[in-house]
């Protein structure tokens, strides 16, 4: 069975950095596409960032795109997502999830079959 666990999340001031973990076991990590996807309170989820499976292609929404890097050690099976210069918009529950088809729509939530719990980011005024 895979699960996937998230780490690094926590409270930061605007304009600070933290840096997600999320580690896959029970599956063959390269074989999968992965995402981060948030949920913000009253919000429905909504895409971040996604890596194919040999990391040769990067996707990001428009909101993070030139402050967040995502990026898989496939020797680790861990997947990162480097956030900088956080703003408050970013405060979220982050979830990482992996596909074996999501390089065909990264951005597509269906598209992945296992998801972590998540974990909080808070970023303060």
């Known amino acids: 069975q895979v699960q996937l666990v998230e780490s690094g999340g926590g409270l930061v001031q605007a304009g600070g950095s933290l840096r997600l973990s999320c580690a896959l076991s029970g599956g063959i990590f390269s074989s999968y596409g992965l995402g981060w996807f948030r949920q913000a309170p009253g919000k429905e989820r909504e895409f971040v960032s996604a890596i194919t499976q040999r990391g040769w292609a990067t996707y990001y929404t428009d909101s993070v795109k030139g402050r967040f890097t995502i990026s898989r050690d496939n020797a680790k099976s861990t997947v990162h997502l480097q956030m900088n210069s956080l703003k408050p918009e970013d405060t979220a529950v982050y979830f990482c999830?992996?596909?074996?088809?999501?390089?065909?729509?990264?951005?597509?939530?269906?598209?992945?079959?296992?998801w972590g719990q998540g974990t909080q980011v808070t970023v303060s005024s």
């Open positions: 999830a992996a596909g074996a088809t999501a390089a065909i729509q990264p951005m597509n939530d269906k598209r992945y079959e296992y």
